[in-house]
């Protein structure tokens, strides 16, 4: 190979190493749009030109089932929670970002850094008692610790990232 040709096989492979990782395309959501994932994401749905992460209920489900029963401040009692980790959705999104901002649908927002994450807390709630949430039930998603599984789920700081009627997460360095 001659000098001239190792230089352009090189400089086509530095090229082709700085691009950015291309994006796993997601299978679209069948039935009504429950959470749009947008922002710092290594993947998206198919048919999305913004290319943001949209999910359903079924989409929610094949992602890992958590259940855990636990009080609140917000409702009286202990109540079942059924949803999926933060962490599977933000994984399926392929979300890079240091920091979520988890949106309601009266766009109040919250940030909760990633780095703080853990596999079972916090879940995206879809299901109170078994049954789908409705806006004013706090639905259709809540972000739900285990509150009374340890005192570190019982602070300001959480109770603040407790976010229901949320519709939509972004994800930011």
Known sequence: MSLMNTFR??????SFASLPA???TLPAPTGKVLLTISGDLNNQTAEAPDGS??????????????VFTTSTIWVEGDVEFTGVSLSDVLDYA???????????????????????????????????????????????LWIVY????DA????EVIYSRSI??????????
Do not use: C
Not at 9 to 14: E, F, G, H, S, Y
Not at 164 to 173: A, K
């Open 94 to 140: 392929g979300a890079t970002g240091a920091t979520i901002g988890a949106i309601a649908s009266n766009d109040y927002k919250v940030e909760i850094p990633t780095d703080g994450l853990e596999a079972d807390a916090p879940i995206v709630a879809y299901l109170m008692n078994g049954s789908e949430m409705s806006a004013r039930g706090k639905g259709p």
């Open 164 to 173: 229901w009627q949320m519709d939509r997460i972004e994800s930011v360095n």
């Open 152 to 155: 570190k789920y019982r602070t």
């Open 146 to 149: 285990p509150y009374d599984d």
């Open 53 to 66: 992460v949209t999910l359903d209920l079924e989409i929610l489900k094949s992602l890992g089932t958590k």
């Open 22 to 24: 291309l994006a796993d």
């Open 9 to 14: 096989a090189t400089v086509a492979i530095l």
